[in-house]
């Protein structure tokens, strides 16, 4: 909250936590909404000069009414959350796969990865590991079917064709490995044999920024975990060679979660977690999940096929600064400048060449580098697509025909 302005600032959290302590050595227990209210009054009578406190509109209101509004906001949350987590846990497993030992650092290329086999709360390189071939990788996933089809991240499975998996009763089963894509970091695997597993369902709209989140999985390898928070911010793109976009939650999320669902407050899952940015590797509350309309695009093709196919162009692309912007004839930063053209690419076949700003695809306008990168990659290849670009100061139209991204493309 804000110091200025017409409300006061709430207690120091130290203010705060020495009540908690005074009163909890005198043998009184203080629920937190009655601390809350405790201390939002302490400091409006710490004003004895004031005969009033002024309200959000400037309006005198009673310090009752006060202490009212502030409970009423503290107390729109769930007070449990015991219910969903009971409904989805079930429908949440363990992926443990086995992976070459890690001769040097981690396994996995994401960056802030948090499904490295070297950082699973397994072992670590020391002379008991020495002259193994193999370690365990300890990953989660869920269900979204009962027919034995569950979702997990990629990278938790890395070169493994099969996965063992435990249910939340403790049930273990071997898993095939159905389909993976790398790029979006999402995978297919499935058990055969059963048709009654529970599953969850995948959320057909994304969560608002500020929204409950629960997250479940298997941190450490500790099993079925669960732990909430809310969604921080939307369609956050952490890799600038791909189109994906992610969700940042910030409920807690550590090693081992990888590959393990986000619910809703009504049990549908609203993403994927698949890395955390941290200075240490444990949860700083800066998690990040590949959402819901991802897994529905992705999902059905690793299903029917294995993989995911995208368009591709073959450029390298960077962003336009103001300051690029100027330099090159435009009002505003927009659109994506072309850094370098593949040989025998499909840009080059086109006549694309470094330096073209590219505009806009089939008349819509292109806003910056990472919209270019989503709208290329999700078409599909063979399609020609009409590019609009400025090229030393004249605009120029030109039809490409896409091909296919391979996984570990580094261009567009």
Not at 41 to 63: E, F, K, M, N
Not at 90 to 98: E, H, L, Q, R
Request: glycine share 12%.
């Amino acid at each position: 909250m804000r110091a200025g302005g017409s409300l006061r600032p709430l207690p120091r959290l130290t203010e705060v936590k020495k009540i908690r302590v005074d009163y909890r050595a005198s043998g009184v227990r203080w629920t937190a909404l009655q601390i809350l209210a405790f201390t939002c009054g302490a400091v409006v009578a710490a004003s004895a000069a004031r005969a009033q406190v002024i309200g959000p509109q400037d309006t005198p209101v009673g310090l009752g009414a006060r202490a009212q509004l502030l409970l009423q906001i503290a107390g729109n949350g769930p007070t449990t959350f015991a219910d969903l987590a009971e409904k989805v846990l079930p429908a949440v497993i363990g992926v443990t796969t086995k992976v070459p030992f890690p001769r040097r650092g981690g396994l996995s290329e994401r960056s802030f990865d948090f499904g490295s086999p070297n950082g699973d709360g397994l072992p670590m390189p020391g002379p008991r590991n020495r002259g193994k071939a193999q370690i365990t990788a300890v990953g989660s996933g869920f269900f979204i079917s009962s027919d034995g089809y569950a979702v997990t991240n990629s990278h938790v499975l890395q070169n493994s064709n099969t996965a063992e998996i435990l249910t939340q009763d403790e049930q273990t089963y071997t898993a095939k490995v159905v389909g993976k894509d790398p790029i979006s970091d999402l995978a297919l695997i499935k058990v055969d044999g059963r048709n009654d597993f529970s599953y969850v369902k995948i959320a057909d709209e994304l969560p608002r920024v500020g929204d409950w989140v629960l997250a479940v999985g298997n941190p450490f390898g500790l099993g079925g975990t669960v732990t909430a928070g809310i969604v921080s911010a939307r369609h956050r793109n952490i890799d600038p060679d791909s189109s994906e976009d992610l969700i940042q939650i910030d409920a807690p999320i550590n090693r081992g979660d990888s590959g393990g669902p986000s619910f809703d407050s009504s049990g549908n899952v609203i993403g994927v977690n698949t890395m955390i940015a941290s200075p240490s590797g444990g949860s700083v509350g800066v998690a990040f999940a590949v959402p819901a309309d991802t897994i529905k695009t992705v999902i059905p093709q690793l299903k029917a096929k294995g993989s995911v196919t995208r368009g591709w162009i073959g450029v390298q692309i960077q962003p336009i600064t103001s300051d690029l912007a100027k330099g090159i004839g435009l009002n505003s930063p927009r659109g994506a400048i072309i850094a370098s053209v593949q040989k025998n690419s499909p840009g080059a076949k086109a006549g694309l060449a470094r330096g073209d700003v590219i505009t806009s695809i089939d008349g819509e306008p292109i806003k910056d580098a990472h919209e270019l990168t989503k709208r290329i990659q999700n078409m599909a290849p063979g399609t020609s697509a009409q590019i609009s670009l400025l090229r030393n100061g004249s605009e120029r139209a030109v039809t490409v025909t896409l091909g296919q991204l391979s996984d570990h493309a580094t261009n567009q």
